[in-house]
């Protein structure tokens, strides 16, 4: 996966990935707390810009909880 790449989730429907981070902690640290329910190789987090507008970054799944 890589940033620009769209994806379809559970919960958003399609989202292009804006960010790509080693761990979840960092992701998290960066604001993307929402999950996704992506079913793949890597974790989706959302981030909120305001009502309307959000951001996606991936996590590769091995190292989500570090």
Not at 5 to 11: G, L
Not at 15 to 37: D, H, L, M, Q, S
Not at 53 to 63: I, R, T
Request: hydrophobic share 35%.
């Amino acid at each position: 996966m890589k940033i620009g790449d769209s994806v379809y989730t559970f919960r958003f429907c399609t989202v292009r990935i804006k960010a790509i981070f080693e761990n979840e902690a960092e992701a998290r640290a960066a604001g993307f707390c929402e999950p996704t329910y992506y079913e793949g190789d890597h974790t989706i987090l959302g981030k909120s810009l305001d009502t309307y507008h959000m951001e996606f970054a991936a996590v590769p799944k091995g190292a989500s909880h570090e």
